[in-house]
């Protein structure tokens, strides 16, 4: 029992950063997602597999929890600038560009359509790789590449809307090979 509530506490924070982007800066609500995934996490917890990361399990439910609570209520997401935190570091004086920057950030992702937003959020903020997403989300990887990718551009084309050409391409670069 207390294993299971290390491993549920140590992924609190993901949990409420995702479902705070996903709920547009709206704490309360976000906190009500953080709340009703943990809730069924330790309901359902005969039916995670115990191995690996605990995760992509949990964003699975938090996102399953979300489709479910859209279906019902289809809200507009706004963020304010009263809903960016302050700095957490007392070093680090506050800079009303970089506060602008996030809020930019902010509005930018929320603009985002749900499903490019969540791909973007899990693989680039909370780290998942693409096969823990898939999982999570409950569709093909091949979905969630291409899914990310559309996201990067949306992203990159909203916040540098003055720029008529898209977001530069990526190139494969080969790694030189060692045979062993």
Request: proline share 6%; aromatic share 6%.
């Amino acid at each position: 029992m207390a294993d299971r509530q290390q491993l549920l506490l140590e992924q609190m924070a993901h949990l409420r950063r995702y479902a705070l982007v996903l709920h547009g800066g709206r704490w309360a609500e976000a906190d009500d997602l953080v709340q009703d995934t943990l809730e069924r996490a330790i309901i359902k917890w005969g039916l995670w597999r115990g191995s690996g990361s605990v995760r992509p399990w949990l964003f699975s439910i938090m996102h399953n929890l979300f489709v479910d609570q859209c279906t019902v209520s289809a809200r507009s997401a706004t963020v304010t600038l009263e809903d960016i935190p302050e700095p957490h570091h007392p070093f680090q004086p506050a800079n009303q560009e970089l506060r602008l920057q996030a809020l930019q950030l902010l509005e930018a992702l929320q603009r985002l359509p749900l499903p490019l937003r969540e791909v973007l959020l899990l693989v680039a903020v909370e780290g998942l790789s693409y096969a823990e997403t898939a999982r999570a989300l409950g569709v093909p990887q091949g979905t969630v590449m291409s899914r990310l990718s559309r996201a990067r551009t949306d992203l990159w084309q909203r916040m540098n809307p003055e720029v008529a050409q898209p977001r530069p391409t990526l190139r494969v670069v080969e790694r030189e090979r060692t045979t062993g």
